[in-house]
């Protein structure tokens, strides 16, 4: 039977069909896809810029997976940091083109767009977000399902606690003891410090895990969708913890947010005749 195509015809088909497939791969696996170059043209802070893309489209970016300390927060204002992070995030990135890719989710709640920051340093491509908490400017921060980056952002944590720079540093100078956060909490609240305390009960609260020393008004909070904490959570329960952290003021106390393994430290006690203490890092 006579083909009713022609061969221009099929030479056609086949290079629409080609198209179609390459255009797929694209889809599938161009790491530009889900991506905008834009022209940073604002710092808000440690984490957050405004940039222009090449259409002229103006967007407010939140960087993913990491909490800088808060400039303008309705309630607690200017923290520790906040202006060190800026200066910082401002120094990589301000007057310069970033290239931010997005994870699952695009958008927060406010509309920002949600991203990791690329730029090019020494013809290498490097992450903003990471290197804000290598500087120990920022602390991980897990919202699910953007996690794309998440193994990469805590151990630059890691790093950042062994050279023992920015929060870090200064946290382990500041040791406090829950009673002692709670009597000098306006005094240190958006600050960070090191909190040793006996973690005696857990409870669900809400969406949130409360971990606390009995007649306590000062606890540990952890979000029950970081998953990769519970277990942590769970080993803590009855032992003696070193907490570095930032402190803020709640209506049941004080508390510090939990977000990364990094911040825990059980104390252990040294093997030998003297009575020595020992810190065992989670």
């Given amino acids: 039977m006579k083909s009713l ?27 530009n896809l889900g991506e905008k170059e834009a022209l940073v043209i604002d710092v808000i802070d440690g984490d957050t810029v405004v940039a222009v893309t090449e259409e002229g489209e103006k967007e407010t970016v939140r960087y993913l997976l990491i909490d800088t300390p808060e400039l303008h927060h309705p309630r607690r204002g200017e923290e520790e940091l906040g202006r060190e992070a800026k200066a910082f995030n401002a120094s990589l990135v301000a007057g310069r083109k970033v290239r931010f890719e997005l994870d699952a989710e695009k958008r927060d709640r406010y509309g920002r767009l949600l991203a990791y920051a690329w730029i090019e340093e020494k013809g290498e491509e490097k992450m903003v977000n990471e290197m804000l908490v290598k500087e120990g400017l920022a602390l991980p921060y897990f919202i699910p399902p953007n996690g ?16 023992n720079v920015g929060l870090w540093k200064i946290a382990r100078k500041r040791v406090y003891t829950p009673d002692q956060v709670y009597s000098a909490l306006p005094y240190i609240a958006g600050r960070y410090i090191t909190l ?41 329960v009855g032992r003696k913890i070193r907490a570095i952290g930032k402190i803020t003021a709640s209506h049941n106390g004080a508390e510090m947010i939990i977000s990364d393994t990094s911040q825990i430290e059980i104390e252990v006690k040294a093997k030998s005749r003297v009575s020595k203490r020992a810190v065992r890092v989670l």
């Avoid at 061969?7 to 179609?20: Q, V």
């Avoid at 794309?148 to 050279?163: F, G």
């Avoid at 609260?205 to 990769?228: A, F, P, T």
């Fill in 5 to 31: 195509v022609s061969p221009k015809g099929k030479r056609r088909l086949i290079r629409k069909a080609l198209l179609a497939a390459f255009l797929i791969f694209l889809y599938l696996f161009s790491g």
């Fill in 148 to 163: 794309k980056y998440l193994d990469r952002i805590s151990e630059a944590a890691k790093r950042a606690k062994v050279r």
């Fill in 196 to 236: 040793v305390m006996r973690i005696e009960e857990a409870k669900k609260s809400g969406s949130r895990w409360l971990l606390y020393e009995r007649k306590s008004r000062c606890q540990l909070v952890i979000y029950d969708n970081n998953e990769h904490l519970l277990g942590a959570k769970d080993f803590i």
